[in-house]
Structure formats: structure tokens, C-alpha cells
């Protein structure tokens, strides 16, 4: 069962446009995670948010986390054709040790 | 750099066979993973590993797969017989120990069961 749900499940834009995603899940969290994976290849890990963080940057990537509101946002700014992908939210549960993916958001970036 | 190794990358087969995929994780990394994607959908985890002991199996279907990473290092799943709803990508992630959660991925085996 995942826990994470993204929205919206497809996104379509031009490059140099800002995309972003969405992700909900349900119970407490220690931390939570974005991937990015390429067709028919593995995941890649983003970057990590932990519960009490609020924001977070890494290059172009700017993730936001609301644990009232259980939900997470990637931004993936200024983007390129590069950045087309399926991208996870991945939520690490309090007690369970381990990362419930939900079913991703995949982008396409049209050059 | 470092990378998690998988084989086969594909992989055809006949319902009711044996298949068996292969994975060798980065070097150091106590954690595996094993994880089942289908298509369009996010990867679900099917067993955990620390080093040689299984943490975590509670959604591997125990009727016909099976896991071991004997060493503590590369690891193997099986499954006997495959059937059509197999068909999936199945995936190897390692991560230096089951307290840190950030994970490395292998480029999967893509799985087809006829």
C-alpha cells in the first residue's frame, strides 16, 4: 500500500517554465524524500526533508513540507528538457524504519 | 562512482518457470532492498535486508518468492513458478545502514512473464 500520494499524476510544460508537484500521505513521518526516475531506469534520490524542516534548496530544487497539513511540494525551477521524468515522494515512517513510494508525478518538459 | 549493479537488465520468460534476478549493492552499504515496480506505478517494497538477516519481508508473497543475501553482500530473488501478474520492473536499492534512508538504486530488471 503506498502512502504517499502525488498530484497531479502528469505535467506538461515548456522549457524554461516552473513545475510543481504535490505529495500527501497520511501518518507521522521522521523525513521525507523526492526521486527522480528516468524511463525504464532506477530511482535517483533529490533530496531529503526531515520533520522539522520546513524548506529546502538544492540547485533548482526547492522542496516545502507542512506536517499540519501532511503534504509536500517539490519546485523544480527554470526547467529543461533534461528534467523530463517520473518523480517520487517517498515517506519515512516514524516507527517502520523504512520508505513507502507513492506512484509519482510524470513530468515532461517540451524543449 | 559507485554504483548498485543488477542482472539481467530483461528478462523473458514462461509462466510457471523459474527466474532469478541478481543484485550487488555499493560496497559498505549494510542495507538492501528489494523493490516491484509496475508500470505507472511507485516501486513497493518486497523484502529489507541488514547485512545477512531479513528485516522486513511482510510484503513478499512467501508462496513463490524468495530472498537471501548469504554473505551480506550481493543478494538473489527468486521466483517459482512466475505467473502473468509478475510481469513488472523489479528493482535493487542500497543504503549505507537501515538508519539512513537515502537510497541508491540499481537500473532494475524489467521482468516479462508469458
Known amino acids: 500500500s503506498q502512502q504517499g500520494e502525488e498530484d497531479p499524476q502528469a505535467l506538461s510544460i515548456q522549457e524554461g517554465e516552473n513545475a510543481t508537484m504535490n505529495c500527501s500521505y497520511k501518518?507521522?513521518?521522521?523525513?521525507l524524500q523526492w526521486y527522480r526516475q528516468n524511463s525504464g531506469r532506477g530511482l535517483v534520490h533529490l533530496i531529503l526533508?526531515?520533520?522539522?524542516?520546513r524548506e529546502k534548496h538544492s540547485g533548482r530544487l526547492r522542496v516545502t513540507l507542512d506536517t499540519s497539513k501532511k503534504s509536500s511540494s517539490l519546485l523544480i525551477t527554470a526547467s529543461r528538457a533534461a528534467d523530463t521524468a517520473s518523480y517520487f515522494c517517498?515517506?519515512?515512517?516514524?516507527?517502520?524504519?523504512?520508505?513507502?513510494f507513492g506512484d509519482g508525478t510524470t513530468l515532461t518538459v517540451k524543449p | 562512482e559507485a554504483e548498485v549493479a543488477q542482472s539481467p537488465r530483461y528478462k523473458i520468460t514462461e509462466k510457471s518457470q523459474a527466474v532469478a534476478f541478481w543484485c550487488d549493492p555499493i560496497?559498505?552499504?549494510?542495507?538492501l532492498y528489494w523493490y516491484r515496480q509496475i508500470l505507472g506505478q511507485g516501486p513497493e517494497l518486497l523484502v529489507q535486508?541488514?547485512?545477512?538477516?531479513?528485516?522486513?519481508d511482510s510484503q513478499l508473497p512467501k508462496d513463490r518468492f524468495s530472498a537471501e543475501r548469504l554473505k551480506g553482500v550481493d543478494s538473489t530473488l527468486k521466483i517459482q513458478p512466475a505467473e502473468l501478474g509478475d510481469s513488472a520492473m523489479y528493482l535493487c536499492a542500497s543504503s549505507i545502514t537501515s538508519g539512513v534512508l537515502e537510497q541508491y538504486f540499481g537500473p532494475g530488471t524489467r521482468l516479462t512473464v508469458t
Open positions: 535486508f541488514q547485512d545477512e538477516s531479513v528485516v522486513d
Open positions: 517517498a515517506t519515512d515512517d516514524t516507527n517502520a524504519g523504512k520508505s513507502t
Open positions: 501518518t507521522s513521518i521522521n523525513n
Open positions: 526533508i526531515r520533520s522539522n524542516e
Open positions: 560496497s559498505g552499504h549494510a542495507t
